[in-house]
C-alpha cells in the first residue's frame, strides 16, 4: 500500500463509493445482496474508470500532459470518462473510436461531443479493427500533437494496464472496510463484475491477493472466451501485483470466469440481461445497462436461481456504471419491455 501511496493521483471521484444493501432483490437470490456503486464514482456520467484513470492522469499531469488519447468503442463508457477526466483536468481529450461517425448522437457518444472531445472514427470494412491498428492510429495522433508543441498521454484501451488497475487494489480496501461494521469482511463473500478489458476483475484480484482477503471473484466476460480472458486477467493481475510492490504471481486456472451469457457477441442484448435490468429497476429502482451490468447480474440471477449461492454469507455485486448506454438502447429496450 505504500508504494501505492507513492504513485502520483489525481483525485477524479468521490471516496468512498456507496455500498448499498439491496434488499428486494436478494430474495431473487437466496442470500444477502449489496451493491458497491462504482457507478457513483463522481466523475462524468460514473463508472468504474474513475479509479484507473486517477492513476494515469496522475502520471499524465506529473509528465507536464497537455492532451490525453484514448480509445474504444464507438459507444464506449471509457471513452467518455477519459474525456471527462481529461476536461476536468484541464487537457484536451481525442478519442480515438471503432467505427463510423453517426449523424445521431446518443448515449456515450453525445456526451463526447458535448466535452467537445476530437473524435477519430477508425472503421475496418467488417467488425472492429485489430488494436494494432487503433494503436498505430494513437501513435500518429500522438506524433502529430508532439509536433505542434504539446505533450500527448495515450490510455489504453479500457484504461487497462498495472498503472490503473492499482486503483482495484484500493477498491478492495475499501470494500473491506465497508464490510467490516456488518460483520461480513471475515465471511464468505461472492464479488460479481462484469469484465471487458480484465483490468476491473484483474484489480480486484490483485487488492484481494494484496490484503490476503478470502472473498471468491466472479467476473462475468461481456465480450470474449473464459480461456482468453482468464489469461489476460492472470497477466494483468500480476503486473499489477508487482508494480505496487507485492511478490505474488496470479494463475489463470485460480480465476473465476464465466462467458456464457455474452449472447452473440460483444453490445448484444439478450434476452437474460433484459430480463435483469428490468428485475433490478421493479425491485430496488436501480439502473443497470444493457451491455456490461445487466450481463453480469444476468449472470448472478441466473447462479443464484439455480443454487449455486449457497455456500456464500453475502454477494458483492459491483455496479460498474454505463448509464448512458441504456438511453443508446432505448428503442431495443423498449420494444422487449412491450
Ligand atoms: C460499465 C462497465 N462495466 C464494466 C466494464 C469492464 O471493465 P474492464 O474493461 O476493466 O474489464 C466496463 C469497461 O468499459 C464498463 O464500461
Redesign the pocket.
Known amino acids: 500500500m505504500k508504494i501505492i501511496q507513492s504513485f502520483p493521483r489525481a483525485i477524479l471521484g468521490a471516496w468512498p463509493t456507496p455500498l448499498q444493501p439491496a434488499q428486494q432483490l436478494s430474495r431473487y437470490l437466496g442470500c444477502p445482496l449489496y451493491i458497491k456503486r462504482e457507478?457513483m464514482t463522481g466523475l462524468g456520467a460514473g463508472?468504474?474508470?474513475a479509479r484507473?484513470l486517477e492513476f494515469q492522469l496522475g502520471k499524465a499531469q506529473a509528465d507536464g500532459a497537455t492532451h490525453v488519447i484514448t480509445t474504444?468503442a464507438i459507444q464506449?463508457?471509457?471513452a467518455h470518462?477519459t474525456a471527462s477526466a481529461a476536461r476536468k483536468l484541464g487537457l484536451a481529450p481525442h478519442l480515438v473510436l471503432s467505427g463510423t461517425p453517426v449523424a445521431e448522437k446518443s448515449g456515450n457518444l453525445l456526451l463526447d461531443a458535448l466535452m467537445e472531445s476530437e473524435i477519430t472514427f477508425v472503421s475496418p470494412p467488417a467488425g472492429r479493427p485489430p488494436l494494432d491498428t487503433i494503436n498505430e492510429v494513437m501513435l500518429d495522433i500522438a506524433a502529430g500533437i508532439t509536433k505542434e508543441g504539446g505533450t500527448p498521454c495515450i490510455i489504453p484501451?479500457?484504461?487497462?494496464d498495472a498503472l490503473g488497475?492499482v486503483g482495484y487494489i484500493l477498491a478492495v480496501e475499501e470494500l473491506a472496510r465497508q464490510l467490516h461494521p456488518l460483520g461480513l469482511d471475515q465471511k464468505r463473500i461472492l464479488i460479481v463484475?462484469?469484465?471487458?478489458?480484465?483490468?476491473?476483475?484483474?484489480?480486484l484480484v490483485a487488492g484481494v491477493r494484496a490484503q490476503s482477503h478470502s472473498f471468491d471473484i466472479l467476473?462475468v466476460s461481456?465480450s470474449g472466451s473464459t480461456p482468453i480472458k482468464l489469461n489476460k486477467t492472470a497477466k494483468v493481475a500480476t503486473e499489477t501485483l508487482q508494480l505496487a510492490g507485492y511478490d505474488h504471481a496470479v494463475e489463470p486456472g485460480e480465476l473465476w470466469i464465466e462467458d456464457r451469457y455474452i449472447g452473440s457477441g460483444y453490445g448484444e442484448l439478450t434476452e437474460e440481461c433484459c430480463n435483469a435490468i428490468t428485475t433490478a429497476a421493479v425491485t430496488e429502482g436501480l439502473f443497470l445497462?444493457p451491455?456490461?451490468?445487466g450481463k453480469?447480474m444476468a449472470a448472478l440471477l441466473d447462479m443464484g436461481q439455480s443454487g449455486q449461492l449457497s455456500k456464500y454469507d453475502a454477494v458483492v455485486f459491483?455496479h460498474?456504471?454505463?448509464l448512458p448506454?441504456l438511453f443508446h438502447y432505448d428503442s431495443a429496450l423498449v420494444s422487449f419491455n412491450k
Do not use: Q, R
Open positions: 457507478d463508472g468504474n474508470k484507473k474504444g464506449s463508457n471509457h470518462l484501451e479500457g484504461g487497462t488497475t463484475v462484469a469484465t471487458g478489458t480484465c483490468g476491473t476483475h484483474a484489480g467476473g461481456v445497462d451491455v456490461y451490468t453480469a459491483m460498474t456504471g454505463g448506454l
